[in-house]
């Protein structure tokens, strides 16, 4: 009896095609076993039936190679080993799918949809969630979820267009197809806002903001600008100052030699009041300053 059974179950582990139609066996992937140029795993299948039929000295466990079988086309997983397997024949070979065990049963409510990945060490550590609610718990809008512990989340499109999320680097780049970069830095503390070669960059340490490129705007768009000139700058209003000094009191000077020599011509003598001569200086010495813009157009 026992020699019967074991001939009937060596022959449809080792030929699925010899066996009775419909067998199915229960095992679990080996790990390292995973052969993606294939899509076959190595199963460790054990029989507690068949274990209480043979003799003691025979070991009922068995390893069998087996096809993946993946619940849709394009949608693939790299077993990492230890995932619990079900063995079923398919045109003449055995096919595995995957259980759910202990460690990777779902608590997706109703009507979602999770994808977690195990890293080597089986460890999750990123997950893709297609939830009930968008924005607000519970509105019904749904909602993508993508993330978890992993070190990168990274979104692009055909066009190449992309967003990483980088914990390694601690960034967050977003990158336009036309080469329009915004990065925010948590190393630097800086946040930048590149085109081509003209910049933008807010640094928090410095406590800075920096325009970097060949002509610079401030107060307005660069075409709604004044008509291009240089800057004001206190130098020149220094230059200035100094200059409406000397010819002031150059001035007040000639004004006192004139009053001087018209008095002492005058016939009979003249007397001029000091409120008179206060006021001539006065007059002499309020020079008109032009105010400067708020607005200054650069040009290189």
């Given at each position: 009896m026992s020699e019967s059974l074991l001939s009937i179950v060596s022959a449809q582990r080792n030929d699925p095609g010899s066996g009775a139609p419909g067998a199915v066996l229960e095992g679990v992937v080996m790990a390292g076993s995973w052969n993606p140029a294939e899509g076959t795993v190595q199963v460790l299948v054990g029989d507690t039936a068949l274990a209480a039929a043979l003799p003691d000295s025979y070991d009922s466990a068995m390893v069998v190679t087996a096809t993946i079988q993946t619940p849709q086309i394009g949608d693939q997983y790299g077993p990492v080993g230890g995932e619990r397997a079900i063995l079923h024949e398919a045109q003449g070979s055995w096919v595995a799918t995957f259980e759910h065990g202990p460690d990777d049963t779902p608590n997706a409510p109703s009507g979602e949809r999770w994808i977690v990945h195990r890293n080597a060490s089986g460890v999750a550590d990123a997950y893709l969630k297609l939830t009930n609610s968008g924005p607000t718990n519970g509105d019904g809008l749904g909602g993508t979820l993508v993330g978890g512990n992993g070190a990168l989340t990274a979104a692009t499109t055909k066009s190449g267009h992309s967003v990483a999320l980088n914990d390694t680097a601690r960034t967050i780049t977003t990158t336009t197809a036309g080469g329009l970069k915004g990065l925010l830095d948590d190393v630097t503390q800086q946040i930048s806002h590149i085109a081509g070669s003209a910049s933008t960059v807010i640094d928090g340490v410095a406590n800075t903001i920096s325009h970097i490129a060949g002509t610079v705007?401030?107060?307005?768009?660069f075409t709604s600008q004044p008509a291009t000139q240089a800057p004001i700058a206190n130098g020149d209003l220094s230059t200035f100052e100094n200059s409406l000094?000397?010819?002031?009191?150059?001035?007040?000077?000639?004004?006192a030699t004139a009053v001087s020599e018209g008095l002492a011509q005058a016939s009979p003598a003249v007397t001029l009041p000091a409120a008179t001569i206060i006021g001539l200086i006065a007059s002499l010495a309020h020079i008109s300053v032009p105010s400067g813009s708020g607005t200054v157009r650069v040009t290189p």
């Open positions: 705007g401030v107060g307005d768009t000094h000397t010819q002031r009191l150059s001035d007040l000077e000639n004004l």
